[in-house]
């Protein structure tokens, strides 16, 4: 991981946090979602303000999934204390087979589905029905 310097400041503000890890901030807010180790402090006006801390943790989520190209699962378990070798050599701790298990199920109920043919009808069954309907309002008059 690449040594970040930071600015000697203990509160830092979403939009000063972005640039100084390289991230937009729609990705920080989704790392806040999925990893319970960022906990930014809300200001009374309502801003997000990281801690020093929280920084140095997004700094770690960074590496974990752009440098060493983990997975977002695969990098909570770091994350969560598990050795990276660990993770690494045990594909099955992530959640790489529910997926499968969603896709196959999909594609199995694509196959089982019956295909009905759509009903079309000519031009002149279109023409016939709108005479009918004139028909009918002229009735109704």
Not at 43 to 68: A, N, P, T, W
């Amino acid at each position: 991981m690449s040594e970040t310097k930071l600015p000697n400041k203990s509160l830092f503000k979403l939009d000063e946090v972005s640039p100084l890890v390289g991230v937009k901030p729609y990705v920080l807010r989704f790392w806040e979602n999925q990893f319970p180790e960022i906990s930014p402090i809300r200001s009374s006006s309502g801003q997000m303000l990281y801690r020093e801390e929280d920084v140095q943790v997004i700094l770690k989520i960074k590496d974990l999934l752009f440098e060493k190209k983990l997975s977002v699962e695969q990098a909570k378990l770091v994350m969560s204390g598990e050795d990276l070798s660990v993770v690494l050599a045990n594909p099955s701790k992530t959640n790489k087979p529910k997926t499968t298990r969603v896709i196959k199920a999909a594609k199995s109920q694509t196959n089982e589905t019956e295909e009905k043919p759509i009903q079309t009808s000519s031009c002149s069954e279109v023409q016939n029905s709108s005479d009918d309907l004139k028909l009918a309002k002229v009735k109704l008059k």
